[in-house]
T-cell receptor
């Protein structure tokens, strides 16, 4: 079963506009959420994270929103730049217990930012 | 801090051969994870270590797979009697191992092709 889902396989955005990437999860034990960016032939690069005790976290152009009741998170990139073009993965894990740190990933969303 | 490194970056082998991959984590990180990523999917958890102890293994890790982390530093992942279905990107990640803020940093991956 797919516990973390990214329902949009791709997203195309104009440079300077906002990119919004969405992610849904089903496991209520997930307490910590992360976004990674991945270029071809490279490993995922950590972007931003959020704990379930918060509903928003910002880092520069990147903001992650968490709606625990809806089991939904989103990543906002403002303004989008051509260098942001990559595959974006959301990931989730329990924050405690024996399985903390074991990440469950979504399938990824390919973001293309056009100049 | 040179980040997580993996060796080799690419491996082509014939079905039935054994292969071994190496991962060197960020030096102060206690936890080391192995993931596998196939085309169009997000990384899938395989196993992880807390220092030298292997704490959890996924059902994906058949008996042909074995991982070690002697002395709690680098780790090796061995696949015996490789099959074409083993073709994938094998990713290693490391983290400090702090519950609640478990951010993993990934290496560049080893791409395996089994002919």
């Amino acid at each position: 079963d797919q516990q973390v889902k990214q329902n949009s396989p791709s997203l195309s955005v104009q440079e300077g506009r906002i990119s919004i990437l969405n992610c849904d999860y089903t496991n209520s034990m997930f307490d910590y959420f992360l976004w990674y960016k991945k270029y071809p032939a490279e490993g995922p690069t950590f972007l931003i994270s959020i704990s379930s005790i918060k509903d928003k976290n910002e880092d520069g152009r990147f903001t992650v929103f968490l709606n625990k009741s809806a089991k939904h998170l989103s990543l906002h990139i403002v303004p989008s730049q051509p260098g942001d073009s990559a595959v974006y993965f959301c990931a989730a894990s329990p924050a405690g217990g024996t399985s903390y740190g074991k990440l469950t990933f979504g399938q990824g969303t390919i973001l293309t930012v056009h100049p | 801090d040179t980040g997580v490194s993996q060796d080799p970056r690419h491996k082509i082998t014939k079905r039935g051969q054994n292969v071994t991959f190496r991962c060197d984590p960020i030096s102060e990180h206690n936890r080391l994870y192995w993931y596998r990523q196939t085309l169009g999917q997000g990384p899938e958890f395989l196993t992880y270590f807390q220092n030298e102890a292997q704490l959890e293994k996924s059902r994906l890790l058949s008996d042909r797979f074995s991982a070690e982390r002697p002395k709690g530093s680098f780790s090796t992942l061995e696949i015996q009697r490789t099959e074409q279905g083993d073709s994938a990107m094998y990713l290693c990640a490391s983290s400090l191992g702090l519950a609640g803020t478990e951010t993993q940093y990934f290496g560049p991956g080893t791409r395996l092709l089994v002919l």
